[in-house]
């Protein structure tokens, strides 16, 4: 949490929502970011396989990774403000990661 505060502090991202259900049996876990401001550039670089993964991504494969464990992880980019696609301006970050387990 102490980076997390850091990048809320420099302006990057705003609130910051970590969820693990109960009945998942800690197997599941969901970062949400809101107000993330890098998103635009992300979401361009993704697209054009110039980029595998974003900051806040690169933070939780280096934390799991460090602590051995193991995942799956997907990333989505919400739109709160609409479901409507011709209107979408993302920018909130959803990272799912699934699958977790020691290694």
Do not use: C, H, W
Not at 69 to 94: E, G, R, W
Request: charged share 15%; aromatic share 10%; net charge negative.
């Amino acid at each position: 949490t102490v980076t997390l505060d850091a990048f809320k502090s420099g302006g990057i991202l705003g609130f910051v929502e970590i969820s693990i259900p109960y009945d998942d049996y800690g197997s599941v876990v969901t970062v949400a970011v809101d107000d993330y401001v890098p998103i635009t550039a992300e979401i361009l670089l993704s697209e054009q396989k110039l980029l595998s993964q974003g900051p806040i991504q690169a933070l939780l494969v280096y934390l799991l990774e460090n602590a051995s464990i193991a995942f799956a992880a997907d990333t989505f980019y919400l739109d709160p403000s609409t479901t409507s696609q011709t209107a979408y301006n993302p920018t909130q970050l959803l990272l799912s990661l699934s699958n977790l387990r020691k290694m």
